[in-house]
């Protein structure tokens, strides 16, 4: 379950494109049904399919790639459509497959992983 109070979700519009800014200051999304919950409680709240996320709103098992949390997270945003960008200070980790994971979804269209919100609107809301 969500913990509401921890979470403000703001709209902003760039380029004629809404993005729903979700910031938190502790994390949202436990495993892909909690993932799902935000997507949908965003989606309901703002009508947007673009999505700015705090860093924060994921726990550290997601950045630990055999989890197996990030593919089953990031797999309920794509099937629902919605671009998301997770922005925060990614400097700290050394994992090189985590890395390339990072860099390679950021070469894409759907998931990014920019260091600022201003970042994470930028990359969602510039052309496909």
Do not use: W
């Amino acid at each position: 379950m969500m913990k509401e109070e921890t979470m403000h979700i703001e709209t902003r519009t760039e380029q004629g494109r809404l993005v729903a800014v979700v910031s938190c200051t502790q994390p949202l999304i436990t495993d892909a049904q909690s993932a799902l919950d935000l997507l949908l409680s965003v989606r309901f709240e703002t009508d947007a399919d673009l999505l700015a996320l705090d860093k924060r709103a994921l726990p550290e098992d997601f950045f630990r790639l055999g989890t197996g949390l990030a593919g089953e997270v990031l797999q309920k945003f794509v099937n629902y459509h919605m671009k998301v960008a997770i922005f925060g200070d990614y400097s700290a980790y050394t994992s090189k497959p985590l890395r390339d994971f990072i860099r390679e979804s950021n070469q894409g269209n759907a998931v990014f992983f920019p260091a600022t919100k201003e970042d994470a609107i930028h990359r969602l809301t510039a052309g496909d």
